[in-house]
């Protein structure tokens, strides 16, 4: 079956970095994407990869190994707001979405 | 309109009920998908379009119908609701169905 794991929840405090992973098993594989949603919202796009390495936007970077079947999502300078859920997708072989049940991330001041 | 509309925001409805979930889009895009999204479970595609016309099912899509009569619209219907559809609903679109989605802001639908 296909799988994408990643931790339910981290905290980390105001100012810090955070690091959160995401390991997949999927039929095929055509891009991972993170997606950020906040408490009762919509997620939101954060970042794509399809490449082996890093892709940098702002505070926010984001990593893949497709031979590993691992990526993870930096975070730097946390703010409150990014108290969220980060939820990472990875595209299989028929171009569906396949989600993880995403990673609360609680930031302390 | 600016980017994804979907209606009701919330619902309450009594099982055996038929209801029908709106979703419309203003960016012109030929992708549109529903997902359902529960506790303690990544989001579970319900049903999808890859462009006017033409509708598939995705990974859970018992119980639930779609249509796409035009590119802006794709409703979600529940013929007849059980406990067991409770949960948000989240209305989605990608300019195709290799791009990058963009969410509504959801339906919570609680079925009694």
């Known amino acids: 079956g296909q799988n994408i794991d990643q931790p339910t929840e981290m905290t980390a405090t105001e100012g810090a970095i955070v690091q959160i992973n995401c390991t997949y098993q999927?039929?095929?594989?055509?891009?991972l994407f993170w997606y950020q949603q906040h408490a009762g919202e919509a997620p939101t796009f954060l970042s794509y990869?399809?490449l082996d390495g890093l892709e940098e936007k702002g505070r926010f970077s984001s990593f893949l190994s497709r031979s590993k079947g691992y990526s993870y999502l930096l975070l730097k300078e946390l703010q409150m707001k990014d108290s969220a859920s980060y939820l990472c997708?990875?595209?299989?072989?028929?171009?569906?979405?396949?989600w993880g049940a995403g990673t609360k991330l609680i930031i302390k001041p | 309109i600016a980017g994804i509309t979907q209606a009701p925001t919330s619902q309450i409805l009594a099982a055996g009920r038929r209801m029908t979930l709106r979703c419309t889009q203003d960016?012109?895009?030929?992708?549109m998908y529903w997902y359902r999204q529960d506790l303690g479970l990544g989001l579970r595609l319900i049903h999808y379009?890859?462009?006017?016309?033409?509708?598939g099912k995705g990974e859970v899509p018992d119980g639930y119908s779609v249509s796409r009569a035009n590119t802006d619209d794709f409703p979600l219907t529940l013929a007849s609701a059980v406990p067991s559809q409770t949960s948000v609903y989240f209305c989605?679109?990608?300019?195709?169905?290799?791009?990058?989605?963009?969410f509504g802001p959801g339906t919570r639908l609680t079925v009694l």
């Open positions: 989605a679109s990608s300019d195709s169905g290799t791009d990058t989605q963009y």
């Open positions: 997708a990875v595209r299989d072989q028929d171009y569906q979405l396949i």
């Open positions: 960016m012109r895009h030929n992708a």
């Open positions: 379009s890859n462009t006017a016309g033409t509708t």
């Open positions: 999927t039929s095929g594989f055509n891009g």
């Open positions: 990869n399809v």
